[in-house]
């Protein structure tokens, strides 16, 4: 059963055909997905570190991410301003993917809000326990608040929290409106937020929308999409840091401003910023 205030992408499967690529040869395919598929479980043991709090463990964790993205056939790219070393940030992206929480960790790792399914998936849910991830059941409106104020905790002891304001997951084709309810929780901490703009890409610069995770997609076939393509590219751009303000609707537009600029693009149709 929908309801009105869940977030709905109007991306369908003409966008992912139109973000895919040729495969290449069969015997070629096959043997990347061995590959990838044994390079990522042999990843898998060493998840337990990412809890362990070791001096150095920022470092540790991107370092997981970067090798957890190479196993699954994607290469990352960073650009923009510099990544300030700050306490008690708010980071905030467009959402396409599961594979956005490597790309993120492999450059500003953090505790990420996320939707409550991710913590019943096999492996994933796992490293989401070790993450501390906070979980957002998108359905129950009621919670929202209690969501808030647990990242706004997080934040005002010095943690790194990520969070997706458009609420759900579009193809990469086409992207949604940043709700503001989660900036409220930088503004009740006081602290800043960090905009970044990814983008997955085929080798030759084509946006690519293999990573892709929307509708009724599952897991296995997100999986699958990935380690059986050619080699996919995720950008990371760093965008202008943004001070917290006293108007969520304002910073969630600011921000939204950074990563889209100052644009949002549905499947289908461009819409202009709203006021």
């Known amino acids: ?17 139109a973000g895919m690529a040729p495969l290449g040869r069969r015997p070629v395919v096959a043997l990347r997905v061995l ?16 809890a362990v709090p070791l001096p150095g463990r920022s470092h540790l964790q991107r370092g997981y991410c970067r090798l957890m993205l190479r196993a699954l056939g ?13 306490r008690g940030v708010l ?17 500003m790792p953090g505790s990420f809000v996320a939707k409550a399914e991710l913590i019943s998936w096999p492996a994933f ?67 800043p937020v960090q905009p970044l703009r990814l983008t997955y ?9 293999v990573p892709a995770y929307i509708g009724d997609d599952t897991l296995l ?3 699958r999409r990935l380690v059986v393509a050619r080699r996919t590219v995720v950008h990371v751009q760093v965008e ?7 108007d969520r609707r304002d910073l969630a537009a600011r921000c939204q401003s950074a990563v889209r600029h100052t644009r949002v693009r549905h499947c289908g149709a461009d819409h202009a910023l709203a006021a």
């Not at 590959?35 to 990412?50: D, E, K, Q």
């Open 91 to 107: 980071v905030v992206s467009g959402h396409i993917s599961w594979v956005d929480i490597f790309s993120i960790g492999a450059v």
């Open 201 to 209: 890409h085929h080798r030759d610069g084509r946006a690519s929308t």
């Open 221 to 223: 076939a997100s999986l």
């Open 125 to 191: 849910g796992v490293l989401a326990r070790l993450m501390k991830v906070i979980p957002i059941e998108r359905s129950n409106l009621r919670r929202l608040p209690d969501v808030v104020q647990t990242v706004a905790a997080r934040l005002r002891t010095g943690r790194t929290v990520v969070a997706f304001p458009e609420g759900t997951t579009w193809c990469g084709l086409g992207y949604g409106e940043f709700r503001p309810a989660m900036f409220q929780a930088a503004i009740d901490a006081g602290r």
């Open 240 to 246: 202008s840091l943004q001070l917290p303000g006293t």
């Open 74 to 86: 994607v290469r990352i790219t960073v650009s923009g301003g510099p990544i300030r070393n700050l």
């Open 1 to 17: 059963m929908t309801t009105p205030w869940v977030p709905r992408a109007s991306c369908t499967d003409d966008c992912m055909h």
């Open 35 to 50: 590959l990838r598929t044994m390079l990522a479980l042999a990843l898998l043991p060493a998840m337990p570190l990412l």
